[in-house]
């Protein structure tokens, strides 16, 4: 029981981690900057946003009970993009989380090796939350990474800033060894 309440916790504050990235990192462009498009067979901001929330949303709604991809989600609409306002971008990616992280806050320890159904394929829960820990974190990637293209100005570092690796370390390194999560202490920075 206490390697399935480590892994809970260790993988909600991973998540929050990447919630966190993909914030930051949209709250440094200017709000129609969250719709362009590098190319035609890109995705904006928005839609990759619309995306996360939607599969956020079908996931993870009365995950123990039933299918993942809901009768209700339209993914290929996803890619479509009719969000037109970074409220309703905010307001989308709000949705998903927060769908996402109250599933998460409900499980119990025991639940891990509970048989679920994505596209009526089984899978236990603690599978289905590593496959959202592969599929989350590459969607962020691409907003940072988008972000960084669009930013006009200077990009402030989401992580250790360019050439201040050695300081970071060190910084580290003069703490007493302890176990902890990484993102303990360095949400807020």
């Known amino acids: 029981m206490a390697i399935s ?28 900057q969250l719709f362009q498009q590098v190319n035609e067979d890109s995705n904006s901001i928005a839609i990759i946003v619309k995306h996360l929330s939607g599969n956020m949303l079908s996931r993870w709604t009365d995950f123990l009970t039933t299918d993942g ?5 339209n993914r290929d609409s996803e890619f479509e993009n009719d969000l037109t306002t970074a409220a309703e971008v905010r307001d989308a990616w709000n949705a998903g989380w927060a769908c996402f992280e109250n599933a998460l806050q409900q499980l119990e320890p025991e639940q891990l090796d509970t048989l679920i159904y994505i596209r009526n ?4 829960v603690m599978e289905a939350i590593n496959r959202q820990l592969a599929h989350y974190p590459y969607h962020v990637g691409q907003i940072v990474f988008a972000a960084k293209i669009l930013k006009s100005s200077v990009w402030d570092s989401l992580s250790i800033p360019k050439n201040q690796s050695g300081q970071y370390n060190a910084d ?14 360095e949400m807020n920075r």
């Open 5 to 32: 309440n480590n892994y809970l916790e260790s993988v909600r504050k991973q998540f929050a981690y990447y919630r966190q990235l993909g914030e930051k990192a949209m709250a440094q462009l200017e709000p129609e």
């Open 121 to 124: 394929e089984g899978h236990t």
């Open 172 to 185: 580290k390194f003069a703490q007493e060894k302890q176990r902890r999560h990484f993102t303990d202490g």
């Open 69 to 73: 991809e809901k009768s209700w989600r």
